[in-house]
């Protein structure tokens, strides 16, 4: 979650692994929006000698389709580089590195950034670098300062980063994969005799690999405007990240690898969980290679989710509104909005963020809605328009939301005389920002600074 | 040895290993003097049969596939698979 290992040929291919991808008007500076998605899930701090990187061999794009038909209209292409300075050693770094060019780090790794539109590429930046991997106090001493160094001013008031970033995805993964079992209501459990506790923040101190971008607004509109109207069809766009390989690899007899032919793609994401746990395993991988513009295909998922099927099962008693409406296999035109279509006019008073009537998994960004100056972390079902599912913010807490949604509490937004049962508007795994050891940052890239390997110390224990 | 001491050790052979190999950490700057990790080699061209009895073989190479329907060909490259 929120993509984290959720196919079964991905989970093995973790550098081309979506884990969750972000999209939101900039608080701080709100005439550009920032996305940023994320790879390499459950990165342990101490994963050395061979620390973290992103793939040479992997084509990571982010894709902006302003017209609503499930295609891209703007693709952002990175394509990363690694080298090796010292030939002769083992070693990562081979001293301190107190800035990005040191000569200690001894692999170092650069990107491109093209930006594509219908085709036409114009290049962004060459030789972009990557920060290295946060070590410890002896390898990276001044690590904040460190990977500032990689935040990189480029051509059209765009700026970019790459490399690693704390974790910000929280959530109690060991509960919700044993059985749905959400400890803050555990003793409704159908398999637990154990009385409710507080949430565990099971990815807290993990780190990922963060692709950040933020361009103004204009770079992602029809015609390059700056929309002000949130009622405008021109005012949304649709965002999704993927991740791509070769299309055939040889590994040879010396341990290299030939690689030829087109880039495939193997990972996308849009909206957080949709393939975790939306597709059925056996659809996952398909769901992978395929492009939004394809995921009329996946609609019969959405209108009759599994998961809320499985909520009255699991929590008997809980849930009986949501249990019959399931039951009378009721097409949930609630999630099809959110997730494949976005919300119409008149559904949330001055909201919307509606593509057409093309099915497709997008982060659906209404770029005229403000940043609130007091954010909910439950996005829309608290209230606040500029929150998930109007795209999405690092703090937004997409799995409450989400959990909420499919246990019917948006239902009720499409049909006026469906009563949510009592506790769909209260469902959660217990897990909040506070969670988090490394707070979120004000500013770009917005992710949090990643824990060093020596001072995490084992996971389970921290 | 101190902390101190021993930061300053390291520090110390971290210079000197890079006056060592200073065409390495020239390369830091200049991206043509850089090696990359791995040594990618000439990229093959790949040829997969698609489908053997109509002749369908995909042709892989650099960033492009072409189809191509050539029967004998076809046959030739599965009688070399048996």
Same mark, same amino acid.
């Given at each position: 979650?929120?993509?984290?290992? &959720? +196919?079964?040929?991905?989970? /093995?291919?973790?550098?081309?692994?979506?884990?969750?991808?972000?999209?939101?008007?900039?608080?701080?500076?709100?005439?550009?929006?920032?996305? @940023?998605?994320?790879?390499?899930?459950?990165?342990?701090?101490?994963? $050395?000698?061979?620390?973290? &990187?992103?793939?040479?061999?992997?084509?990571?794009?982010?894709?902006?389709?302003?017209? $609503?038909?499930?295609?891209?209209?703007?693709? %952002?292409?990175? /394509?990363?580089?690694?080298?090796?300075?010292?030939?002769?050693?083992?070693? %990562?770094?081979?001293?301190? @590195?107190?800035?990005?060019?040191?000569?200690?780090?001894?692999? /170092?790794?650069?990107?491109?950034?093209?930006?594509?539109?219908?085709?036409?590429?114009?290049?962004?930046?060459?030789?972009?670098?990557?920060?290295?991997?946060?070590?410890?106090p002896a390898s990276t001493p001044d690590y904040p300062a460190l990977a500032a160094q990689a935040i990189q001013s480029l051509p059209g008031g765009r700026t970019v980063f790459a490399g690693q970033r704390a974790e910000g995805f929280y959530i109690d993964?060991? +509960?919700?994969?044993?059985?749905?079992?959400?400890?803050?209501?555990?003793?409704?459990?159908?398999?637990?005799?154990?009385?409710?506790a507080p949430g565990v923040n099971t990815t807290n101190n993990f780190s990922v690999h963060s692709i950040a971008l933020q361009v103004p607004k204009t770079d992602l509109t029809i015609g390059g405007t700056a929309p002000t109207d949130p009622g405008a069809?021109?005012?949304?766009?649709? @965002?999704?990240?993927?991740?791509?390989?070769? /299309?055939?690899?040889?590994?040879?007899?010396?341990?290299?690898?030939?690689?030829? $032919?087109? %880039?495939?793609?193997?990972?996308?994401?849009?909206?957080?969980?949709?393939?975790?746990?939306?597709n059925p395993m056996v659809e996952k991988n398909r769901w992978n290679a395929l492009t939004p513009? =394809?995921?009329?295909?996946?609609?019969? %998922?959405?209108?009759?989710?599994?998961?809320?099927?499985?909520?009255?099962?699991?929590?008997? $008693?809980?849930?009986?509104?949501?249990?019959?409406?399931?039951k009378a296999r009721t097409p949930r035109a609630d999630l099809v909005a959110i997730l494949l279509t976005g919300l119409p006019s008149g559904i949330i008073p001055g909201?919307?963020?509606?593509?057409?009537?093309?099915?497709? =998994?997008?982060?659906?960004?209404?770029? +005229?809605?403000?940043p609130s100056s007091s954010p909910s972390i439950y996005g829309l079902l608290g209230g606040d328009l500029s929150g998930y599912p109007n795209g999405r913010r690092v703090a937004d807490d997409v799995t409450a939301i989400e959990l909420r949604a499919i246990a019917g509490v948006t239902y009720a937004l499409v049909d006026k005389s469906y009563t949510p049962d009592a506790a769909a508007n209260q469902v959660t795994d217990g897990t909040t920002p506070a969670d988090l050891t490394e707070p979120y940052l004000d500013v770009f890239p917005?992710?949090?600074?990643?824990?060093?390997?020596?001072?995490?110390?084992?996971?389970?224990?921290v | 040895m101190s902390e101190l001491t021993r930061r300053r050790f390291v520090r110390d052979s971290a210079g000197a290993a890079a006056g060592l190999t200073a065409l390495g950490a020239l390369g830091v700057a200049r991206a043509d003097a850089?090696?990359?990790? &791995?040594?990618?080699?000439?990229?093959?061209?790949?040829?997969?049969?698609? =489908?053997?009895?109509?002749?369908?073989?995909?042709?892989?190479?650099?960033?492009?596939?072409?189809?191509?329907?050539?029967?004998?060909?076809?046959?030739?490259?599965?009688r070399a698979a048996r």
């Open positions: 979650m929120s993509s984290h290992r &959720e +196919a079964p040929a991905i989970s /093995k291919d973790p550098v081309a692994d979506n884990t969750d991808t972000y999209a939101f008007v900039s608080p701080d500076d709100p005439s550009t929006v920032t996305i @940023i998605t994320n790879y390499l899930p459950f990165e342990a701090p101490f994963g $050395g000698p061979n620390f973290f &990187e992103f793939a040479d061999d992997v084509q990571y794009d982010i894709n902006i389709d302003q017209t $609503g038909d499930g295609k891209p209209d703007i693709v %952002y292409r990175f /394509k990363f580089t690694s080298t090796v300075a010292d030939r002769n050693t083992f070693l %990562y770094n081979t001293g301190p @590195i107190d800035s990005i060019d040191s000569p200690s780090w001894n692999r /170092k790794q650069f990107y491109s950034l093209e930006r594509i539109v219908h085709g036409s590429a114009t290049s962004l930046g060459e030789n972009l670098p990557c920060p290295p991997c946060n070590i410890g993964l060991g +509960a919700i994969f044993d059985l749905g079992d959400l400890r803050p209501f555990q003793s409704l459990h159908i398999a637990t005799m154990m009385s409710n069809r021109n005012s949304v766009v649709g @965002i999704w990240a993927s991740a791509s390989r070769r /299309k055939s690899l040889i590994h040879e007899a010396d341990g290299s690898k030939s690689q030829t $032919g087109p %880039y495939v793609q193997i990972s996308r994401l849009g909206n957080p969980l949709f393939n975790e746990v939306i513009a =394809d995921d009329s295909q996946f609609l019969k %998922y959405v209108k009759h989710p599994e998961l809320a099927g499985l909520l009255p099962v699991l929590y008997p $008693g809980v849930f009986p509104e949501l249990g019959a409406l399931d909201f919307q963020n509606y593509t057409g009537s093309t099915y497709a =998994d997008e982060l659906r960004l209404n770029l +005229a809605i403000p917005y992710l949090g600074v990643p824990r060093s390997g020596y001072e995490t110390g084992a996971l389970a224990s | 850089r090696e990359t990790a &791995e040594h990618p080699g000439t990229e093959p061209i790949v040829a997969h049969v698609k =489908d053997p009895s109509s002749g369908e073989i995909a042709v892989l190479h650099g960033e492009h596939e072409t189809i191509i329907h050539d029967r004998g060909l076809a046959a030739r490259i599965a």
